[in-house]
Structure formats: structure tokens, C-alpha cells
């Protein structure tokens, strides 16, 4: 099922847009400030965003370019500004398509649709083409489940490579250990956090070239983890 995420301040249309959503088979979350809109599109899997431009704290054109640094997933703009000016900005900030207040909610719906099938059509295309992963001297061949450094293969455990590919594909946010553990492992594994840590330990030593000063996954102390793209 696919899942939006809806940053929107005004409680009325944020329920609207979420019943209308669900009514066509679609989960979603609401987010009322952009803080909350940015963690939650940084710790959750979203299919698209539907963000409003007139938000508390961070407003949506600021929101909209720090999202599009981090993910490419559709963004749709939702907003009661109807000037050119202003649609020229969300554009060039990143968003996909303007929806001006107050819109015929069955459109809404229709633009999520189109938008989310022409960015499966693109990623799928993308996916046949090559399934390698290359960033600095690694690569990654998803297909396969095999890494190499310099053309070296580099033998992985399932969760190593789970936890490796993870972060490579998802670079420069911060996880933390809790959520890496919940994520590579399940809510309901034996273990905890220090298995992350074990783990990402074993990793460095496979792929860098001094595991003490790591180019690829970095120490975020106090929090957790960060890929180096």
C-alpha cells in the first residue's frame, strides 16, 4: 500500500485530504509544523509528499528544498498563494506539481496518482537498467548481494550486508542505533543496540582502508550513524 505524508498546519484540510487519500486505497501521516514534516520524511517511507507553503516554523519552500536533499520521491505543493511568482519558486526549490487552494479533492487525488505512476515508470526503468551501486571504490550489486572494494569482492553476513546497503542507499542522514536495530533486525529480534555497533565494527573492517578513520560510514557521537556519499 502507499503511504503519503501530509504536511499541513490547517487541521480541516489535512483530514480532508487524509480522508480522501485512504477512501482511494492510500495510508498517510499528518505532520502540523515542517520539523515535524522533515523527521517524519527522514525516519518513515514515504510515496509522496502533499506540503503546504504556509507553515510554523521552517515554511514550505525551506522544507522543500532541505527534502530534496535527502530524497527524490514526489512533492506536491499545496497552497492558498496563486501567483506565478510564487509557483516559479516552489519549482525551482524542487516540487513536482502546485495545487492551489481552495482544490476539487478528487484532483488532488488524481495528481498523487499520476505522479506516483510516473515516478514508478521512471525508478523502474532506472532499476532494469543496472542494480550496481557505486560510490567512491565500492560497489554494490543489489542483485547479487555482493560488495567490492577496488574490484576485490568483500564477503558480508546477511545483516552486514542488510545494514551496509541500508545505509548506502539512504546517505548522509543520521540513524540511530535504535532505529538501525528496529530496522535491519525487527521490533521483535533478540539483541540490542550494541548488535548495531558489533556490526557496523565488522563492516569498516571489510571496506575501509583504516577502519579507525572511516570514509564511508561515520560516527555521529551520542547519536548514531552517517553514510559519506
Not at 520521491?73 to 516552489?90: N, Y
Not at 525508478?123 to 577496488?150: C, F, G, P, W
Amino acid at each position: 500500500m502507499q503511504h503519503i505524508l501530509i504536511i499541513e498546519d490547517e487541521k480541516a484540510i489535512a483530514e480532508l485530504e487524509r480522508d480522501y487519500l485512504e477512501i482511494n486505497g492510500f495510508t498517510s501521516d499528518i505532520a502540523t509544523t515542517g520539523e515535524e514534516g522533515l523527521h517524519l520524511a527522514k525516519t518513515q517511507t514515504y510515496h509522496l509528499i502533499l506540503l503546504d507553503l504556509m507553515l510554523p516554523g521552517i515554511d514550505g519552500f525551506a522544507l522543500c528544498e532541505r527534502l530534496r536533499e535527502v530524497m527524490d520521491i514526489p512533492i506536491l505543493m499545496v497552497t492558498a498563494k496563486k501567483e506565478d511568482i510564487d509557483k516559479i519558486r516552489g519549482f525551482n526549490r524542487g516540487a513536482d506539481d502546485y495545487i492551489v487552494k481552495p482544490f476539487n479533492p478528487n484532483e488532488l487525488v488524481a495528481r498523487v496518482k499520476a505522479h506516483i505512476s510516473r515516478y514508478n515508470r521512471l525508478t523502474n526503468k532506472q532499476e532494469v537498467m543496472t542494480n550496481l551501486l557505486q560510490i567512491k571504490n565500492m560497489r554494490i550489486d543489489s542483485s547479487a548481494r555482493r560488495v567490492y572494494i577496488d574490484k576485490e569482492e568483500k564477503i558480508l553476513t546477511a545483516k552486514e550486508y542488510d545494514l551496509l546497503y541500508f545505509l548506502a542507499t539512504n546517505p548522509n542522514i543520521v540513524f540511530t542505533k535504535e532505529y538501525l536495530f528496529e530496522k535491519i533486525w525487527g521490533y521483535d529480534a533478540i539483541g540490542d543496540n550494541t548488535t548495531v555497533t558489533v556490526h557496523i565494527r565488522k563492516i569498516r573492517e571489510k571496506i575501509e582502508r583504516d577502519p579507525s578513520v572511516p570514509q564511508f560510514i561515520e560516527t555521529i557521537w551520542g547519536v548514531g550513524y552517517r553514510f559519506q556519499k
